[in-house]
Every structure is written in structure tokens, then in C-alpha cells.
């Protein structure tokens, strides 16, 4: 595709239930981000992959939070046993390298909502 | 913590009107000081990209300014349309962070006829 495609782009959850979200980022991209956005806030770093590994998880906010990219392509983002706070706006991005100065691209994201 | 400040928090101008948003970090050292543009419902689209030796960057209508020294950065939007409406977001990339991007929260504009 053209872009970063994310799915589903809207999510609703019972509190409790696990989910998935999922990321296409652009064919031949290296890079692949999380970042979590909260309501009239700017996002935060979840995780990073470059290809298949996962080089940095420190913004997970918990073990219920696991993100995998098997093939170096796409990425799942999966949260378990989901809880009101998650409600957030789920965001993919990706880059073609893995330097600090290439540019990423957003999809248009995921919006949770656990009830 | 926010390393990442922005000023105003929003914003109302008139079309035609030119406007400047504000941007103070406190990261160091970093790689690069980016500045989105997020329409409601969307992801973040990139307006720029300045390195820390890059003073200006300019893309259409839009001109970013950077003092490294100071830690501030600065976006202007000239002749302002009503599809600039949407949150401009200031963004660092930290050095030896795996390209994590430190957002700001965003200064919402409005742009009325």
C-alpha cells in the first residue's frame, strides 16, 4: 500500500477482554514504532522494531502489553486483560532506515476504547 | 515529566493571518527536532526535520526555526487556510534512542473565516 495502514480503526472492549491491533507499515520499511495517545495529548513511545527485533520495549506500560513482528513486515500490538486506562489511540509508524534523522510515517491508528 | 513543551495550548486566528508556535525541550543531546501537523481522527503527518547545526527549514507556507543554544524551536505558518486547522506537534528525536521520538502536547489551531 501507499502508507501505514492500521486496523481496526476503532475498537471497543470489555473490560477484561484481550485484543489485537495490527500494523502495515510501508513495503520495504525497516523501522516500526508504537506510540500510545491519550486524549489531547501528544503520543508516547511504546516499542520499537528494527525488522523482526524488537530493540526497545521500554515504554510498555505493563506485562500486559506485548507487541511482535514474526517476519520483519507486520506488526501486532496485543494488550491483554484490557483496563479502562487503555482507552488511548493506538498509532504505528514507520521508517526506511534505522537512522535518527530518516522520516517516519504515521497511520492513522487505532482508537481503543475499553468499557 | 514532558521533556517537551509547547506554547499556546491553542489557538484561534483569522484566514489570511500568519501565526507562530512555540516549542521548548529539554532533551540532550538530540538528533533532530521535527514538527507535525495532526488532523482530528489522524495520524501525524511531518512538516520538518531540523538537525541540531540546522537553523531553518521551510515547506510551503510553513518555516521552522531552531536555537540549539537556547533549546527552542519555533513554527510560522504564513497566510493561514481554513485546512490548517489541527494540532501542530513538536517532536525530538533523542540521540542513542533508537529513534524514539519525545512529542510535545500539541498547540491546537483554529483557523475561522
Known amino acids: 500500500g501507499a502508507g501505514v495502514s492500521q486496523s481496526p480503526r476503532y475498537k471497543v472492549a470489555k473490560r477484561g477482554q484481550d485484543v489485537a491491533l495490527r500494523c502495515d507499515p510501508i513495503s520495504g520499511h525497516v523501522s516500526l514504532f508504537w506510540y500510545q495517545q491519550a486524549l489531547g495529548q501528544g503520543p508516547e513511545f511504546l516499542t520499537y522494531f528494527q525488522n523482526e527485533a524488537q530493540l526497545d520495549k521500554s515504554g510498555l506500560p505493563s506485562d500486559r502489553f506485548f507487541a511482535e513482528r514474526p517476519e520483519g513486515s507486520v506488526s501486532t500490538l496485543k494488550i491483554q486483560r484490557t483496563q479502562q486506562e487503555d482507552s488511548a489511540v493506538y498509532l504505528c509508524a514507520s521508517s526506511f532506515a534505522g537512522t535518527a534523522n530518516t522520516e517516519a510515517f504515521f497511520g492513522q491508528g487505532t482508537r481503543l476504547t475499553v468499557v | 515529566k514532558n521533556q517537551v513543551e509547547q506554547s499556546p495550548q491553542s489557538l484561534i486566528i483569522l484566514e489570511g493571518k500568519n501565526c507562530t508556535l512555540q516549542?521548548?525541550?529539554?532533551?540532550?543531546?538530540?538528533?533532530?527536532l521535527r514538527w507535525y501537523k495532526q488532523d482530528t481522527g489522524r495520524g501525524p503527518v511531518s512538516l520538518t526535520i531540523m538537525t541540531f547545526s540546522e537553523n531553518t527549514k521551510s515547506n510551503g507556507r510553513y518555516t521552522a526555526t531552531l536555537d540549539a543554544d537556547t533549546k527552542q524551536s519555533s513554527l510560522h505558518i504564513t497566510a493561514s487556510q481554513l485546512s490548517d486547522s489541527a494540532s501542530y506537534i513538536c517532536?525530538?528525536?533523542?540521540?542513542?534512542?533508537?529513534?524514539?521520538?519525545?512529542f510535545g502536547t500539541g498547540t491546537q489551531l483554529k483557523v475561522e473565516l
Open positions: 516549542c521548548n525541550y529539554t532533551v540532550s543531546p538530540f538528533s533532530n
Open positions: 517532536v525530538v528525536t533523542i540521540t542513542g534512542g533508537g529513534n524514539k521520538l519525545t
